[in-house]
């Protein structure tokens, strides 16, 4: 276990799932956590009652509201941007606004408040982002939207990390594999197909992927950058 007392740390999406595993971990650690929801309102107040951190109604689709949260919250020590959405079904027949909008969540978010959050980070900061497994690979059909989306924060993570690398801030992407959450139950009826693709035949657990992330803001990783990081059973193996 780091001890991040007197770090800094803003989750975007921290509600549920991944992002409200991530939020425990940094509390855990002593971190100083605040996280934004869209909205699971009752999700966040439990979550923020149980762990001391502070719930704020933000939606990552929307540029400005990104913008003026992490710039709120700054200066940051860390910065987890974690919030996604998933749309997949055939590119032929796909809602084009829902694509869209999954894009301006899971593209345009990222990079802006990593760029805002950079302004006032002090050096060694640090900016992870939760990309996926399937920005490497996408096995079957009807992925190409999100595939496309976690792709495109590999470029975000190799460029901005030459950009802020002299302050010795690092830009990292956790790309995880299928994990237990509302997103993707470990029960839900695409497991066992997901399975079949792993060497380690079960789902991530949330607390997991937060492990990763603790590594990635803690002090070992202060020259981990511009790098993608997997934990996937082998799903892209
Ligand atoms: P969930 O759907 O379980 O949780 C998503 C979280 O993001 C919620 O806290 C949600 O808030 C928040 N969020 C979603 N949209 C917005 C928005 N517009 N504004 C603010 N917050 C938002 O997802 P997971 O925990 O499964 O996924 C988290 C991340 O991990 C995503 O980026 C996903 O793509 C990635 N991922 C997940 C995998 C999996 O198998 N679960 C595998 C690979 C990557 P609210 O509750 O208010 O809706």
Redesign the pocket.
């Known amino acids: 276990m780091t001890d991040f007392s007197n770090k800094k740390v803003l989750v ?9 595993a991530i939020v425990r971990r940094f509390a855990h650690d002593g971190a100083t956590v605040a996280f ?6 009752d ?2 107040q439990v979550l923020a009652g149980e762990t001391g951190s502070r719930a704020i109604r ?4 929307d540029r400005q509201a990104v913008i003026e949260v992490v710039s709120g919250e700054g200066p940051l020590d860390i910065l987890v941007v ?5 749309v997949m079904g055939d590119p032929l027949t796909l809602d084009a606004d829902a694509v869209d909008r999954m894009i301006d ?2 593209v345009r ?1 990222p990079y802006h408040a990593a760029v805002e959050a950079a302004r006032r980070m002090p050096d060694g900061g640090r900016i992870i982002v ?5 920005g490497d690979r996408m096995p079957f059909a009807g992925g190409a939207a ?1 595939a496309l989306t ?1 792709s495109a924060l590999q470029g975000l993570a190799r460029g901005l990390a030459r950009d802020f690398g002299a302050r010795g801030i690092t830009v990292n992407i956790i ?10 139950p470990a029960d839900g009826p695409m497991s066992a197909m997901m399975h079949d693709f792993m060497a380690i035949k079960r ?2 657990t ?1 607390e997991e ?1 937060a492990g990763l992330a603790a590594y990635l803001a803690g002090p070992e990783a202060g020259i981990v950058t511009g790098a993608m990081h997997t934990i996937d059973g082998g799903f892209a193996a």
């Open positions: 975007l999406g921290g509600s549920r799932g991944i992002g409200a934004t929801y869209a909205g699971s309102h999700a966040a933000s939606d990552a689709a974690n919030a996604g959405a998933l969540i899971n978010a939760i990309g996926s497994t399937n999100y976690k790309q995880p594999g299928p994990t237990d959450t509302d997103m993707n789902h991530a949330g992927i």
